[in-house]
């Protein structure tokens, strides 16, 4: 049987976008030992956003970093706890209170574009004896030789890891493919992860994809929670594996029973969001959200086809300027739209 890949859990850490940061620590504790129980090597837990967020009021979370941290160093006994890691959010301070507190791994993440500034980031968190993975956030924004590039001064930097990073959850399988063989072949030696979104239904064939083509770690959540669509979900995801031929060391029933209890009752949603779609349709992401209504609700457009018209130029952000400049184009070319979208979004991690 072929090894599967590391799956990094992030119930903890991304879902918590679905619940406005509100995990407490006791739940925290509780959710975090039964994945350790479960055998997942990757535990990610804190806020959304990640180390420090809640300090500049980026939405605030249920209980501290350090709280968090305290939490999850109590339960996690037999695999590695970490966090996520902004830098401009985060500071280097931040990695020392986490090393104090026996974080086994970080994940530095950035735009692609901002590259350098995860370097002294990852620099440390290797000194102080996490293993360090390498977020590039909206790896599709950007052409995949430019996404190599960045991802090299990463990776001399001290990342054991990579990440391709599915922020919408509107890449192709096909997408995939490439820009792996780009990254194999630009950067000697790399290992890779895959972190998805769920926003077309991709997310589990996705994660597959990436196994097949031998990434390191794969990310994912039980119930798929998470941000805008949610993630890939932690129980299909062992299901397919295993369906593949893949020697994955966790029982998938406890898997879907772990879901069953301690997620699934805080599950609020129901259906398929069209907003969620079209931030996979479109490669938006879903921070920009309440920017994007507010625009909206001004100029009584749809917000859908805000996100279209504002995406076919820039995927990378949502700047105020692009956004009315596209609301006057679509208001001219579409009625006045007078429905309602209801769908709630937690969280602006944009610098």
């Known amino acids: 049987m072929r090894p599967s890949p590391k799956i990094l859990d992030c119930t903890l850490r991304d879902g918590s976008y679905a619940i406005n940061f509100q995990f407490s ?68 301070d931040h990695l020392d209170l986490a090393a104090d507190n026996g974080m086994g791994f970080v994940r530095v993440g950035c735009e692609v574009e901002s590259a350098s500034e995860a370097v002294p980031f990852i620099q440390k968190a290797r000194r102080l004896g996490m293993r360090v993975y390498s977020n590039l956030m909206k790896s599709y924004a950007v052409a995949p030789d430019y996404f190599v590039e960045q991802a ?61 083509l031998g990434y390191e770690v794969v990310d994912s959540s039980l119930q798929g929670f998470g941000r805008s669509a949610g993630n890939t979900p932690t ?37 398929i969001s069209s907003l969620d779609v079209t931030a996979g349709l479109a490669l938006f992401h879903s921070s920009y959200m309440p920017r994007v209504m507010g625009v909206a609700r001004n100029h009584r457009i749809d917000p859908r086809r805000l996100i279209i018209a504002a995406c076919k130029e820039n995927k990378a952000s949502a700047p105020m300027d692009l956004l009315e400049r596209c609301a006057r184009t679509v208001h001219e070319s579409s009625p006045d739209f007078s429905g309602r979208i209801y769908d709630l979004y937690y969280g602006e991690e944009q610098k």
């Open 25 to 92: 620590r006791a739940e925290t504790a509780r959710i975090a030992g039964r994945l350790d129980e479960l055998g997942f090597p990757l535990i990610e837990i804190g806020h959304g956003i990640g180390l420090g967020a809640s300090e500049k009021g980026m939405g605030v979370a249920a209980a501290s970093d350090q709280d968090y941290m305290q939490a999850a160093a109590e339960v996690v006994r037999n695999n590695l706890w970490g966090m996520f890691c902004i830098p401009g959010i985060a500071t280097l």
């Open 152 to 212: 090299r001064v990463c990776w001399e930097a001290g990342a054991e890891c990579i990440y391709v990073v599915d922020s919408a959850g509107g890449m192709l399988p096909s997408e995939l493919v490439t820009l792996t063989e780009r990254l194999r072949s630009g950067i000697d030696g790399v290992k890779l992860g895959f972190h998805g979104h769920h926003n077309l239904g991709l997310g589990v064939a996705n994660a597959l994809v990436c196994a097949d």
């Open 235 to 271: 129980e299909q995801l062992v299901a397919v594996l295993v369906r593949a031929g893949y020697d994955v060391p966790h029982d998938p029933v406890d898997v879907m029973q772990a879901a069953e209890e301690l997620i699934r009752p805080m599950i609020r949603t129901q259906g």
